[in-house]
């Protein structure tokens, strides 16, 4: 097995091409977007392993969480939760698999973590394991846009109905300033969901989507921006990850009807699947997905801890300064409070 640190966009894009379960999270796009917005505390660590015999394994990951000056990080695949682990055009062994894993977990790595990928078999059993699903739909079994209606519940044709009568206008952003008021709407939205949001991107991230990318999608009422939505579309995949809606226009079927067109334009384009994304808990969005047609799709996510890794004796020699450092603490308060009690 040779390794290659140094993978060249040519290669990764060609293997990500060629790999049906990739998706755009597994491209040097995503790589970018996460490394320029995040360049301070993130860059990338992708390697290729190379198995002979055109048998090439690509791994997509961030590094991140430095420590002692950057001599200690950790590898990630991916971010914020969404899809990584190994791509590879040619089928690859279980195996080899996990040989190319343990090769990651070299000197100053502490731990190295996988977000699963619902859109292949789980390629590795070990670690510290966590179930995920999301919810997808399966575009390649609806011909038509009257197949999508078939599968959506009797209230969501409604909605979109309703939606369709109000003069909502379903578009690309154009520009930043499009896409910067869209992200205006979502952190609108971020402050009425309160302790409830799982996340809280800025508009550094939405920008660089837009320019490194991914589908930035907009609904305009009398040219004012009312919904926008990011959409990574790769490979026949399409994954809805965000989605925020002006909430007076709820109730008129906005946001079923933006997630009609979405599904439908995906479809027309010739996707396979369309992938809700999961729902970081939020039951109500689940049941949302749900009525749409969307199934469930199990997948698992897992992290390694280097066992052999010098960082864990520099993170006991630091806990134990930690330890220390509180003791002298508490003795220092102790004598304080001695010498006030006898001056009194």
Known sequence: MKIIRDVSENIWNEVAQNCPHATFFHTPNWSKIITQTYSRTCSNATQAFDFGNGRLVILPFIRSDFELKKNFS????????????????????????????????????????????????????????????TQAIELEKTASEAALFDSYSDSVVRMIKKGSSQGFVFCRAQNIQEVEQFHAIYQDAIRRWGDKATNNYEIDLFRSIFLNGGDVWVVKKDENIVAGNINYYFNGISIDWLHACDPQYMKAGLSHYFTHQLID?????????????PSG????????KA?????????????????????????AIRGLFEKVSVQCLVTAKLLQNLEAFHQY
């Open 281 to 288: 808990g939020h039951e109500g969005v689940v049941q949302f």
């Open 291 to 315: 009525s749409f047609g969307a199934t469930k799709k199990y997948f698992k996510s897992f992290s390694i801890d280097n066992e052999g890794c010098a960082y864990k004796t520099y993170a």
């Open 74 to 133: 950790g590898l990630h695949s991916s971010v914020f939760g969404l899809y990584g682990g190994p791509i590879y055009a040619s089928p690859v062994s279980a195996g080899r698999l996990e040989s190319s894993i343990h090769a990651t977990l070299k000197a100053g790595i502490k731990k190295i973590s996988f977000n699963g990928n619902p859109h292949c078999i789980d390629f590795f059993d070990t670690g510290k394991q966590v179930d995920r699903f």
């Open 265 to 277: 334009h995906y479809r027309k384009v010739g996707a396979r699947i369309y992938d809700f994304n």
